[in-house]
């Protein structure tokens, strides 16, 4: 059969069992992605809702809505679930466990029963923490930080025994595509050949198993603290709190980059398709994926250059994270280098290209101002903190996810979005996104704290700006769910490669068969490349 044909039967992943047990039971990659992506939306839907809620408090100095206590319980919920549960597993779960595979040419990942358990132990670490918004909930902070969280509430506990569940989903997912990787490419695929996409999730796995072990034991350690009152970070009972803050950055600041790498190999994706160019500097690419993944595990420190460590110290936490621009410019520069003299197509996909290219730009930017101690301990715990972790996070993750969506949409679905709706939602939530942000880099410059539930009057105007944004945001989201919903209806079929894709994945039907090749690929050239608008295959499925 060729791909058309099977197309045309209806064989495919969607339909080729039938009952929602087939689904919960499933060892196809490409279903499991897809429980997972709708799982995440869930919960980026209630941490969307929480952020709103801070946004409306804030609206106006002086407390509107909430009691201090309440809004404490908003941001701490806000941000342990876009962080825990949505942030980290979003592009390397979801579109990694679908894309992935098929990129590769292989019928599955390495080990499909631990690739399901491991959807098992994130729903069921999710839910753990998330059953603590039916108690007396938690107010700590997305970090955690002792001595506080030893002191609070029981609800506390469950929280961090939920993210201390959901790091084993990280490191199984992390294993998983690395043998994968390793032992289950097509034929003719080398390391070479390999799509930028996979080098960003090989990196990041690496970074997950590595780093994501270091905070499961800091927040064991937390919890027997808490339930056995052992001394480590309480120093009450003789431990020390700035340990805490150590051990949380050293995985916390490699955990910036699970979520950034994988939005960066969607970009490298989508970059080449939308300039009708290969990907210039390939090979720089992947060693800047590599670089980024090394020097994060040895800048944990510029989180804490006003805990107290030395001097020294502080001179080379800030000097090593300013090498962190090295391997981003790289990027950036390589991107900007494939789009040069393109033939660009200004599709969806390539308007959340630029949206990333500035927002990340910016927060990568002002990233620098943060690595310097001297600026540092002025905009520490302020909103200029706020701002830039968004750019980053935002710009670095949510806005590609948002491109590889509608990229990936057609063969996840077999149908084509409609454009009109998806290009407003991309203007506003561009244009929401920057208005509810940068104002504030300008209030924490003049020196607003964050995590404050007030503030001073003098705020109040660029508040309100923020204010507005976040609901131009919050719209543009929801015509995002809203379009996607309805095109799942109502849009054209798709085709099995209506963008002219080089990847394997787009040598394959939309949707793909149960067994994602109705014949073994084999890749026969590489790199790929673009004539004009006409395609160059470099594989043969």
Known sequence: ??????????????????????????????????????????????????????????????????????????????????????????????????????????????????????????????????????????????????????????????????????????????LNFIV???????????????????????????????????????????????????????????????LFQHFFWFYSHPAVYIMVLPGMGVISELVPVFSRKPIFGYKAIAAATFGIALVSFIVWGHHMFVSGQSEFANFVFSLITMFVAIPTGVKVFSWLGTMYKGSLRMDVPMLYVFGFLFVFTIGGLTGVFLAVVSVDVHLTDTYFVIAHFHYVMVGGTLIAFLGGLHYWFPKFTGKMYHDGPAKLAAWLIMIGFNVTFFPQFIVGTLGMPRRYADYLPQFTDLNQISTFGSWMLGVGFVIVAFNMYRSLKTGAIAGDNPWGGLTLEWQTASPPPFENFLHDPVVTEGPYEYKGDKVHLGSNA
Do not use: C
């Open 1 to 174: 059969m060729s791909t058309a044909s099977a197309t045309e039967h209806g064989d495919n992943y969607i339909n080729h069992s039938k009952g929602i047990m087939s689904w919960l039971g499933t060892l196809d990659h490409k279903r499991i992605g897809m429980m997972y992506l709708f799982t995440i939306l869930v919960f980026f839907l209630l941490g969307g809702i929480f952020a709103l809620g801070i946004r409306l408090e804030l609206f106006s100095p002086g407390m509107q809505y909430m009691t201090p206590d309440t809004y404490n319980r908003f941001f701490t919920y806000h941000g342990a679930i876009m962080v825990f549960m949505v942030i980290i597993p979003l592009i390397p779960a979801a579109m990694g466990n679908f894309i992935l595979p098929i990129q590769l040419g292989a019928k599955d990942v390495a080990f499909p029963r631990w690739n399901l358990v491991s959807y098992y132990v994130y729903l069921s670490g999710a839910l753990l923490a998330g059953s603590t918004l039916f108690l007396k909930g938690v107010d700590t902070g997305w970090t955690f930080y002792a001595p506080y969280s030893i002191r609070s509430g029981s609800s506390a506990t469950l929280v961090l025994l939920g993210a201390f569940i959901m790091g084993f989903s990280s490191i199984l997912t992390g």
């Open 180 to 242: 994968t990787i390793h032992k289950l490419r097509a034929p003719g695929l080398t390391w070479g050949r390999l799509p930028l996409f996979v080098w960003a999730l090989y990196a990041t796995s690496i970074i997950q198993v590595l780093a994501t072990p270091v905070l499961a034991i800091t927040l064991l350690l937390l919890v027997l603290e808490r339930t056995l009152g052992i001394g480590v970070f309480d120093p009450k009972l003789g431990g020390d709190p700035v």
